[in-house]
């Protein structure tokens, strides 16, 4: 039981430094858009989490697809 714990709270541990790293990246370009702040996520990780971005930026994810297929 405690290797599943452990394993949890380093899963945890990760996904908010990913969440960190997303809002850092979005407050330091507030005066884009949403598609453009997509955008800049995306080449910096072409792997993120799009429902996270998604709930930062406040568009659904389907709405992050479609920004990343515009490229």
Do not use: C, D, H, W
Not at 36 to 47: A, H, L, W
């Amino acid at each position: 039981m405690n290797q599943n714990f452990i394993a949890m709270a380093k899963k945890i541990k990760i996904n908010s430094t990913e969440v960190n790293e997303y809002k850092e990246t979005l407050s330091k370009n507030k005066a884009l858009t949403k598609k453009e702040r997509v955008i800049q996520i995306y080449k910096e990780n072409p792997e993120f989490n799009r429902s996270e971005v998604a709930e930062l930026i406040g568009v659904s994810r389907q709405s992050i697809q479609n920004y990343i297929k515009e490229l």
